[in-house]
T-cell receptor, first 114, second 112 residues
């Protein structure tokens, strides 16, 4: 099983809402990632978790709050977002965080902030 | 820092044409190189990879060879199909930084 799953597929939220994105993998990977992708652009790294600990935060605003409850699950909690946060949010995983380990991506959650 | 430069798109080809998408990179040390493909409305799929000089990655008829002397990793396919229409991203992970660095992406459209 080389699949990363993400829910929901689509999400529309207002600027005062609180919502969460979920990501799951059952490949035994110990590194998980959140990326943000705007239209016609490459993905931009937001967070890296390694062995369930946050190891990289790419200066992401605090209205995005990641959580890694266990080695298979990764959440992204959203609060007080802005319309410019509308994007495709991609989760990825790799065996470990390192230069020789390819990252496997999920299908993404398309987020629209009204 | 690390960087990836891909040929600008869009690229439009007829079915069964030969495809080349150029990719060059700048990185410290010996990076691993990847090609990802993104079909419309979907996430990224790993297409192929190479982790050392002269390695050739291949998958689904696509190939790319890690050329350290020219710092390149060009993607090729001998005969494209309509189903290959997608955005292709060249990417690397280099040195002690395990962050994926992407090129800007190349949109490929294959017409019947």
């Amino acid at each position: 099983d080389t699949e990363v799953t993400q829910t929901p597929k689509h999400l529309v939220m207002g600027m005062t809402n609180k919502k969460s994105l979920k990501c799951e993998q059952h490949m035994g990977h110990r590194a998980m990632y959140w990326y943000k992708q705007k239209a016609k652009k490459p993905p931009e790294l937001m967070f890296v978790y390694s062995y369930e600990k946050l190891s990289i935060n790419e200066s992401v605003p605090s209205r995005f709050s990641p959580e890694c409850p266990n080695s298979s699950l990764l959440n992204l909690h959203l609060h007080a977002l802005q319309p410019e946060d509308s994007a495709l949010y991609l989760c990825a995983s790799s065996q470990v965080a390192g230069p020789y380990n390819e990252q496997f991506f999920g299908p993404g959650t398309r987020l629209t902030v009204l | 820092g690390n960087s990836v430069t891909q040929m600008e798109g869009p690229v439009t080809l007829s079915e069964e044409a030969f495809l080349t998408i150029n990719c060059t990179y700048t990185a410290t040390g010996y990076p691993s190189l990847f090609w990802y493909v993104q079909y419309p409305g979907e996430g990224l799929q790993l297409l192929l990879k190479a982790t050392k000089a002269d390695d050739k990655g291949s998958n689904k008829g696509f190939e790319a060879t890690y050329r350290k002397e020219t710092t390149s990793f060009h993607l090729e396919k001998g005969s494209v199909q309509v189903s290959d229409s997608a955005v292709y991203f060249c990417a690397l992970i280099g040195g002690s930084n395990y962050k994926l660095t992407f090129g800007k992406g190349t949109l490929l459209t294959v017409n019947p």
